[in-house]
Structures are given as structure tokens and as C-alpha cells.
């Protein structure tokens, strides 16, 4: 898959960074796989059983992650299958899965910049690694600050439109 224009590693890269220390997990280390919209909803299928179009997947592979978080949507999944037989590995600590079809869609009806909307999924998925959650309304309502306060930090002005969409 082609990268879009405007869409560089380095701001990625900056995204995650910033929303990881806003979380207090400093350090960790994330992956961020830019996908197609097909490919991420065929994800949300096979981990999820939810056929719904979604604009991250966030895989803790921490060795802090509990089984139970892998059967629910509403946090990170928590897959470690390495984790007995290569112990030392200093692997990822997770992975961001970003539909840039789903993101170059919103941006349009939004009004924003392909590359903000982008590292808003960076910045929600990198989030959920820290803990944070958009099930419940005061959850949500803590995930959308958060996400305002990093990306102001990474210079974006604010989205005037509400984010809470499904």
C-alpha cells in the first residue's frame, strides 16, 4: 500500500511517542501498520466477530496484558504467544493497526487534514495501550481529553466536531 502524501513515519512516530508519555508508558515501543480499510475490517471480523468498519486495532503485547482483555473490544487485545519461549525478546510492546481509508474519509467530512486525523488514530490507539478506555461515557470523556491535549502538543489545532462515533 502506497503512503499518502503528508503521511510520514516521522510524524507518526512522533504521535505514538507523545501519546505513549502522556500515558505514563514512556519507552514502550509500538508498531504502527498503515492499512486498508478492507484489511482492518476484516481484522475487527476475526478478533472482534464485528463486522463494523473501525479506525484502529491496538494489540498490547506486554507482558502486563491478561487473557481476558483479548475477548473484548472494548480495550487492547492481549496476545503474547512469544512470550514462554523467547522471554528476553525485546520485541514491541504493541501494535497499532490504522485504517488510512477510513482516516481519509473522516478528514474530508470533517474538514481536517488527512495527517491529523491520522495521528488522532495513532494518539487512540497508543492511548488504549496506557489504560485508557472509550467504552463508558466518563472513559470516553477522559480518552477525548487526552487525545485534544496531545495533539495540541503536537501542534494540531482542535477538531471543532465531536469524535464519538462508533
Known amino acids: 500500500m502506497d503512503r499518502p502524501a503528508g503521511i510520514d513515519d516521522a510524524s507518526i512516530a512522533r504521535a505514538a511517542t507523545a501519546a505513549l508519555a502522556f500515558g505514563g508508558r514512556a519507552g514502550a515501543v509500538v508498531n504502527v501498520v498503515l492499512v486498508d480499510e478492507p484489511t482492518l475490517t ?33 480495550g487492547p487485545i492481549a496476545v503474547d504467544p512469544f512470550d514462554e519461549l523467547f522471554p528476553d525478546d525485546d520485541g514491541p510492546d504493541g501494535e497499532l493497526f490504522v485504517s488510512i481509508d477510513r482516516a481519509r474519509d473522516v478528514a474530508v467530512e470533517r474538514g481536517v487534514s488527512l495527517a491529523r486525523e491520522t495521528c488522532l488514530y495513532v494518539v487512540h490507539g497508543a492511548l488504549h495501550l496506557c489504560g485508557y478506555d472509550d467504552n463508558e461515557p466518563a472513559e470516553r470523556a477522559r480518552m477525548r481529553a487526552a487525545e485534544r491535549d496531545v495533539l495540541r502538543s503536537l501542534g494540531y489545532e482542535d477538531d471543532p466536531l465531536p469524535h464519538d462515533q462508533d
Open 42 to 74: 476484516r481484522m475487527h471480523v476475526e478478533l472482534f466477530d464485528d463486522p463494523a468498519p473501525t479506525d484502529v486495532i491496538t494489540v498490547d503485547l506486554g507482558p502486563g496484558a491478561s487473557a481476558e482483555e483479548a475477548a473484548s473490544d472494548v
